[in-house]
């Protein structure tokens, strides 16, 4: 069912000196950042060949990814996402199969304006998943 890895995401706590780590040091294409005050983050994408880095700086008092920035505080690789063609056929197959759908389980518009679930990471080898339908 799952198609094309879409993206692997990085939590970071500046922004700005890691999209220069990877622009200078790796030779990256970096895009400008962008906020996204409703899902508590501010966003670079890093754009490859075959697929993005997304890397996540907090955005907000209760950004999602403040507590993960606590446990690691290096940041690190917070999800990954992969490409499918329809959502909710894919979340009613998860949901069939015993899987965790975060939240109330309806998808929302993610960073790329397309519809996105997440899954619980103890579910995905202990890997948060997100799902895109493209
Ligand atoms: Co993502």
């Given amino acids: ?3 094309r890895l879409n993206h692997v995401a990085i939590a970071v706590r500046d922004l700005a ?14 895009t400008a950042p962008q906020a996204l005050p409703e899902h508590g983050v501010t966003v670079v994408f890093i754009e490859l060949p075959n697929t993005k880095i997304e890397l996540l700086e907090p955005l907000g008092d209760a950004s ?28 009613d197959r998860m949901l069939a199969a ?16 397309k519809p996105v679930l997440f899954l619980h990471p103890k579910d995905f080898c202990g890997t948060l998943t997100e799902l895109e339908q493209v």
């Fill in 17 to 30: 000196a890691a999209s220069a780590r990877y622009r200078d040091t790796l030779g990256a294409h970096v």
């Fill in 98 to 113: 015993g899987a965790r759908v975060l939240g109330d389980g309806q998808p929302k518009i993610g960073a790329h304006g």
């Fill in 64 to 91: 999602p990814i403040a507590r993960f920035l606590d446990k690691n505080p290096d940041g690190g690789i917070h999800h990954i996402c992969y490409e499918v063609e329809d959502i909710l056929a894919a979340r």
């Fill in 1 to 3: 069912m799952i198609g």
